[in-house]
């Protein structure tokens, strides 16, 4: 049982940069991978990014990429998502889910999240323009 807690969201500026994080319960942490995913007003939930037990993967949303960054610690039981020259179109609730047996490969391509094993309660980011 692994239990998810994201914190770090809040209010910035449009070119701002934010990081949220991940905390994760549980002894076996390092055996989960680790997606990141966020949910705007009225839209359907879509992937952000993902990274793999040992962090040493990594794969992002074309929407993100060359502006945010997944990495995680996993002697801290966390995972973090660096956000940098944030837009009002990034605007939503984030959220990180884990599991033992999807890949962060597949986490980038998946068009159902609903094989995901665990999944936090969110946090919201606010990008103002």
């Known amino acids: 049982q692994v239990q998810l807690v994201e914190s770090g969201g809040g209010l910035v500026q449009a070119g701002g940069s934010l990081r949220v994080s991940c905390a994760a319960s549980?002894?076996?942490?390092?055996?989960?991978?680790v997606g990141w995913f966020r949910q705007a007003p009225g839209k359907e939930r879509e992937f952000v990014a993902s990274?793999?037990?040992?962090?040493?993967?990594?794969y992002y949303a074309d929407s993100v990429k060359g502006r945010f960054i997944v990495s995680r610690d996993n002697a801290q039981n966390t995972v973090y998502l660096q956000m940098n020259s944030l837009k009002p179109e990034d605007t939503a609730v984030y959220y990180c889910?884990?599991?033992?047996?999807?890949?962060?490969?597949?986490?980038?391509?998946?068009?159902?999240?609903?094989?995901?094993?665990?999944w936090g309660k969110g946090t919201l980011v606010t990008v103002s323009s």
């Open positions: 889910a884990a599991d033992p047996i999807i890949s962060a490969q597949a986490m980038s391509v998946m068009t159902s999240y609903s094989g995901m094993d665990y």
């Open positions: 549980g002894r076996t942490f390092s055996s989960y991978r």
């Open positions: 990274i793999s037990r040992g962090g040493g993967i990594t």
